[in-house]
Nanobody, 123 residues
Framework: QVQLVESGGGLVQAGGSLRLSCVAS????????MGWFRQAPGKEREFVVA???????YYADSVKGRFTISRDNAKNTVYLQMNSPKPEDTAVYYC?????????????????WGQGTQVTVSS
C-alpha cells in the first residue's frame, strides 16, 4: 500500500519562501505521475501543479512563475518550492500520485493521496 507523507508546511510571510516535501513509501514512484492539490477553507480542492514521469511539468496559472515542482527519484520524494507566496495561497496542500496514466488537473484520476500539510501565508 502506497503512503505519501507531506511535510514542510507552516506559517510564512507573503513574499517569503517555503518548500514542501512528499515522501512516498510502499511503492517506487519514479514511473508515476505526481502532483499537488490544495484546499482552502470553504473551497473545493484545487489543482496546483503536476509532474509527469518524464519530468514534464504543468502549473496552474495562479502559481506559474512562483511555485516549482521537482522530484528526486532516488529519494522517492516530490517537492514543491513555493516562492513569493501570497495570502490567497493559504490552504492545506496535498501530494497525489497516479500509478498508471498521465498526470492531470482532475482530482479524480489520482490513485493515492497524502494526509495534507497546512500552509498559511500572512500579509
Amino acid at each position: 500500500q502506497v503512503q505519501l507523507v507531506e511535510s514542510g508546511g507552516g506559517l510564512v510571510q507573503a513574499g517569503g519562501s517555503l518548500r514542501l516535501s512528499c515522501v512516498a513509501s510502499g511503492r517506487t514512484i519514479s514511473n508515476d505521475a505526481m502532483g499537488w492539490f490544495r484546499q482552502a477553507p470553504g473551497k473545493e480542492r484545487e489543482f496546483v501543479v503536476a509532474i509527469w514521469a518524464n519530468g514534464y511539468k504543468y502549473y496552474a496559472d495562479s502559481v506559474k512563475g512562483r511555485f516549482t515542482i521537482s522530484r528526486d527519484n532516488a529519494k522517492n520524494t516530490v517537492y514543491l518550492q513555493m516562492n513569493s507566496p501570497k495570502p490567497e495561497d493559504t490552504a492545506v496542500y496535498y501530494c497525489v500520485g497516479r500509478s498508471r496514466g498521465d498526470a492531470s488537473t482532475r482530482v479524480s484520476v489520482y490513485d493515492y493521496w497524502g494526509q495534507g500539510t497546512q500552509v498559511t501565508v500572512s500579509s
